[in-house]
């Protein structure tokens, strides 16, 4: 089957620095990649949609100038918390799919990035 | 919410026994997945069902779906202690994927 993979797996930053996430499909081509959070015990909350080459399409109360999305490859997708505080203290779990933009088929999950800001 | 809702929120029961899950949505859809999360980790897929499927198999699951009551249920078969964890549906519209509220089951050994 299909891979995503993520990196960081985990990554502590202080408050008020920025923190990139990468996002690659590791064996397909994703025109579309999405970006979701989860807060403990909660379920998974869709931040943005992102097709390559194309600014991504932000969940509303999502903050674009917050949460960079940069989809410069059919493989690559990266996710930038900037000037992150505690708050932004999350799970980020991201997924691929090869369809373009439409969710025919399945979506292939990365496995997580735990951002703790201190 | 944009989420789609999932009962129960919790569920325990013994090993052996059978675990069923509901998964119900607002819009209509092209397919619904469902997936397991253990604690802390990241999603496992368990079974995709299009939205002309009514019933998948996939070992001890079987998924049905029910497009008019827009509802899902999965259900586990002879649970084992390991199948802890919580389960999230997601549906799948035009152009995203909305999830449930999940449903964290405990099976106790």
């Known amino acids: 089957g299909a891979v995503v993979s993520q990196h960081p797996s985990w990554v502590i930053c202080k408050s008020g620095t920025s923190v990139k996430i990468e996002c690659r499909s590791l064996d397909f081509q994703a025109t579309t990649m999405f970006w979701y959070r989860q807060f403990p015990k909660q379920s998974l909350m869709l931040m943005a949609t992102s097709n390559e080459g194309s600014k991504a399409t932000y969940e509303q109360g999502v903050e674009k100038d917050k949460f960079l999305i940069n989809h410069a490859s059919l493989t690559l997708s990266t996710l930038t918390v900037t000037s992150a505080h505690p708050e932004d203290s999350s799970f980020y779990i991201c997924s691929a799919s090869a369809d373009a933009g439409r969710t025919s088929y399945e979506q292939y999950f990365g496995p997580g990035t735990r951002l703790t800001v201190t | 919410s944009q989420q789609g809702e999932e009962d129960p929120q919790a569920l325990s029961i013994q090993e052996g026994e059978n675990a069923t899950m509901n998964c119900s949505y607002k819009t209509s859809i092209n397919n619904l997945q469902w997936y397991r999360q253990n604690s802390g980790r990241g999603l496992v897929h368990l079974i995709l069902?299009?939205?002309?499927?009514r019933e998948k198999h996939s070992g001890r699951l079987r998924v049905t779906l029910d497009t008019s009551k827009k509802s899902s249920s999965l259900l586990i078969t002879a649970s084992r202690a390991a199948d802890t964890a919580s389960y999230f549906c997601?549906?799948?519209?035009?152009?995203?994927?909305?999830f449930g509220t999940g449903t964290r089951l405990k099976v106790l050994a």
């Open positions: 997601a549906t799948g519209g035009t152009y995203k994927y909305i």
């Open positions: 069902i299009r939205s002309n499927e």
